[in-house]
């Protein structure tokens, strides 16, 4: 099963379904043409943590909502900093 994972304030997603596409590939089916059948798009209530959704073809993918993680607590002069 294909999960996808949302931000806290998603109200949409748009994902591509991984059995579909991996049967499209097995198929030898042009990239555009499995793209196309393998797009999922939708809305989710903002109070949602978890539903799911399926794809034409009816498999399941597995919606979820994750919280931002918390700030570092040590900074490394390796990461990014935005200021």
Request: charged residues 20%; contains cysteine; hydrophobic residues 45%.
């Amino acid at each position: 099963m294909t999960t996808v994972w949302l931000g806290p304030s998603a109200t949409s997603f748009a994902c591509l379904c991984e059995p579909c596409l991996e049967a499209a590939r097995t198929s030898g089916a042009l990239f555009a043409d499995a793209l196309a059948l393998a797009s999922i798009r939708g809305s989710i209530a903002p109070e949602t943590d978890a539903t799911e959704a399926r794809c034409a073809a009816g498999h399941q993918i597995l919606l979820r909502r994750v919280e931002r993680p918390p700030a570092l607590v040590h900074l490394d002069d390796r990461q990014l900093q935005l200021t």
